[in-house]
């Protein structure tokens, strides 16, 4: 399929004279996928919107990830329902667009009493089949998923609304669907060096704007600095691995993730086993405590894993990765799987905003300005809803 409206992301405008200031009704600072799901539900409101971005494309957190859209981390009720609405926007943009996305869901996979408890709790206030989740026995785990290593396996949780995405090809395929679909102008290379109330001011020159809304991840210091830092968000570095593409007949299956994932995730927070669970992991794996270690693996299109992630949080992000990291996380993936071969590609580090009690922070500078941060690593999750949510609410 012809991917509509698909364009190398570089400015294609000319550069205006000083004294000519063009105006827009929206201007989105930040083209990653918060930015973009902005742009997106400005443009389809009948709104003329600019899209700055200082680099020639999305490099950040956006495209730094797993391309996971997981409603089931998600709290019930806001986040949930935001989550869910992206996953449909998701899924007609992927249709549509043609790039590569898998409505593959998720298997959590059960190893301890505690962990077979939570997900018993929670299958059950969520309604069970009613909501998609299915609690399984071990050998309905082992069925779901055959690559799964079954010793000590007690049982687990299906749940059919995890969707994957090819995240670099997605967020290199929507500024073009911007522009071509709704005339959205994009202007990357453009540093946005202040935001006032119906004026942006860049690299080059000055902008006018009816309404601005800045996207711009852990950048706590180019924009609203003294706002951000007082705002509670913290900096979150994490660690991930891609390997080498597995045998055309090894499939993972649904995305995987183990008990280490419930205390992580806030869709849990509430279940009575939780606080046992903490204790016991605490006792039993305190490395991985100690480094927000989790387990996610999931299969790309070419048939390569990604596998991940560790949580460190802070003021700065450290440049230099732990190999300690990736290899107790690369320990976890050979206890979990019974895999041909783990032989690794790639390794990186990607770096998001959270607030250690919210699920996302909207600052209000100006009446005319939000600035929207701390999706806590869920961005690919709520990005769609959460913009429809914030024009719903502003406009």
Same mark, same amino acid.
């Given at each position: 399929?012809?991917?509509?409206?698909?364009?190398?992301?570089?400015?294609?405008?000319?550069? !205006?004279?000083?004294?000519?200031?063009?105006?827009?009704?929206?201007?989105?600072?930040?083209?990653?996928?918060?930015?973009?799901?902005?742009?997106?539900?400005?443009?389809?409101?009948?709104?003329?919107?600019?899209?700055?971005?200082?680099?020639?494309?999305?490099?950040?957190?956006?495209?730094?990830?797993?391309?996971?859209?997981?409603?089931?981390?998600?709290?019930?009720?806001?986040?949930?329902?935001?989550?869910?609405?992206?996953?449909?926007?998701?899924?007609?943009?992927?249709?549509?667009?043609?790039?590569?996305?898998?409505?593959?869901?998720?298997?959590?996979?059960?190893?301890?009493?505690?962990?077979?408890?939570?997900?018993?709790?929670?299958?059950?206030?969520?309604?069970?089949?009613?909501?998609? =989740?299915?609690?399984?026995?071990?050998?309905?785990?082992?069925?779901?998923?055959?690559?799964?290593?079954?010793?000590?396996?007690?049982?687990?949780?299906?749940?059919?609304?995890?969707?994957?995405?090819?995240?670099?090809?997605?967020?290199?395929?929507?500024?073009?669907?911007?522009?071509?679909?709704?005339?959205?102008?994009?202007?990357?290379?453009?540093?946005?060096?202040?935001?006032?109330?119906?004026?942006?001011?860049?690299?080059?020159?000055?902008?006018?704007?009816?309404?601005?809304?800045?996207?711009?991840?852990?950048?706590?210091?180019?924009?609203?600095?003294?706002?951000?830092?007082?705002?509670?968000?913290?900096?979150?570095?994490? !660690?991930?691995?891609?390997?080498?593409?597995?045998?055309?007949?090894?499939?993972?299956?649904?995305?995987?993730?183990?008990?280490?994932?419930?205390?992580?995730?806030?869709?849990?927070?509430?279940?009575?086993?939780?606080?046992?669970?903490?204790?016991?992991?605490?006792?039993?794996?305190?490395?991985?405590?100690?480094?927000?270690?989790?387990?996610?693996?999931?299969?790309?299109?070419?048939?390569?894993?990604?596998?991940?992630?560790?949580?460190?949080?802070?003021?700065?992000?450290?440049?230099?990765?732990?190999?300690?990291?990736?290899?107790?996380?690369?320990?976890?993936? !050979?206890?979990?799987?019974?895999?041909?071969?783990?032989?690794?590609?790639?390794?990186?580090?990607?770096? =998001?905003?959270?607030?250690?009690?919210?699920?996302?922070?909207?600052?209000?500078? =100006?009446?005319?300005?939000?600035?929207?941060?701390?999706?806590?690593?869920?961005?690919?999750?709520?990005?769609?809803?959460?913009?429809?949510?914030?024009?719903?609410?502003?406009?």
């Amino acid at each position: 399929m012809t991917l509509a409206g698909a364009v190398t992301p570089t400015s294609n405008l000319k550069r !205006q004279p000083a004294n000519q200031l063009r105006h827009f009704d929206v201007a989105v600072v930040g083209a990653g996928i918060l930015g973009l799901a902005h742009a997106l539900q400005a443009a389809r409101r009948g709104l003329r919107v600019a899209v700055f971005e200082r680099d020639p494309r999305a490099l950040g957190a956006s495209i730094r990830n797993f391309g996971l859209i997981l409603p089931t981390g998600m709290a019930a009720g806001r986040p949930r329902r935001l989550a869910l609405q992206s996953r449909a926007e998701w899924l007609a943009l992927a249709k549509y667009g043609g790039f590569w996305h898998s409505a593959c869901g998720l298997l959590l996979a059960a190893y301890r009493p505690e962990e077979m408890q939570i997900l018993a709790e929670f299958a059950q206030g969520a309604s069970g089949a009613a909501e998609g =989740y299915t609690l399984l026995t071990a050998e309905q785990v082992a069925a779901r998923s055959p690559a799964i290593n079954r010793m000590g396996l007690l049982g687990g949780l299906d749940s059919a609304s995890e969707v994957l995405v090819d995240a670099p090809q997605a967020l290199d395929w929507l500024p073009g669907h911007l522009r071509a679909q709704y005339r959205v102008e994009f202007f990357f290379g453009e540093t946005v060096l202040g935001v006032g109330p119906h004026e942006i001011t860049t690299s080059s020159q000055r902008w006018q704007v009816g309404r601005s809304v800045v996207c711009s991840g852990v950048d706590f210091e180019t924009l609203f600095p003294a706002l951000l830092q007082q705002s509670g968000l913290v900096k979150c570095k994490l !660690q991930m691995l891609r390997t080498v593409p597995l045998p055309r007949e090894w499939k993972l299956g649904p995305v995987l993730a183990t008990g280490l994932s419930l205390p992580h995730y806030a869709a849990f927070a509430e279940c009575a086993a939780l606080p046992a669970l903490r204790s016991r992991l605490a006792q039993e794996h305190p490395q991985l405590i100690e480094h927000g270690i989790h387990l996610l693996v999931a299969q790309t299109e070419g048939g390569a894993l990604l596998v991940g992630d560790s949580h460190e949080y802070g003021s700065a992000v450290n440049p230099f990765d732990s190999v300690e990291i990736d290899e107790l996380i690369l320990s976890l993936v !050979q206890h979990l799987l019974v895999v041909p071969r783990l032989a690794l590609a790639q390794r990186w580090h990607g770096a =998001y905003a959270r607030h250690p009690a919210l699920d996302t922070v909207i600052l209000s500078p =100006y009446p005319s300005v939000r600035v929207v941060a701390g999706a806590a690593g869920a961005g690919m999750t709520l990005s769609f809803g959460l913009a429809g949510e914030t024009f719903d609410n502003w406009l």
